[in-house]
Nanobody
Framework: QVQLEESGGGSVQPGGSLRLSCASS????????IGWFRQAPGKEREMVGI???????YYSDSLEGRFIISRDNDKNTAYLQMNSLSPEDTAIYFC?????????????WGQGTQVTVSS
């Protein structure tokens, strides 16, 4: 049973923007921290950012300012707005639910959505 489903990925030119969505079918979305992660080809998975159940946001130092995480608890959906994209942002992007800030460990994962930045 799919509990988290990402959407909005695709191909974009350098300098462009994309907004990813993460729809949750759990009944605990509003009480959980939600994380966004990415894995580029040949690299380890890295955290993009986490938004707490209260709406506090924590970002990877290298991405803060270009990427914005938000959530709509009424829709059980989280979002990742990505701006000024570069080829280095090409990766599979995952959302996750029930994430710990300190360890970045998350209990529930989506299957990911591909983002490709290329001219």
């Amino acid at each position: 049973q799919v509990q988290l489903e990402e959407s909005g990925g695709g191909s974009v030119q350098p300098g462009g923007s994309l907004r990813l969505s993460c729809a949750s079918s759990t009944h605990t979305f509003s009480s959980h921290n939600i994380g966004w992660f990415r894995q580029a080809p040949g690299k380890e998975r890295e955290m993009v950012g986490i938004i707490t159940r209260h709406g506090d946001r924590y970002y990877s130092d290298s991405l803060e300012g270009r990427f914005i995480i938000s959530r709509d608890n009424d829709k059980n959906t989280a979002y990742l707005q990505m701006n000024s994209l570069s080829p280095e942002d090409t990766a599979i992007y995952f959302c996750a639910e029930d994430c710990a800030i300190a360890t970045q460990y998350c209990d529930i994962w989506g299957q990911g959505t591909q983002v490709t930045v290329s001219s």
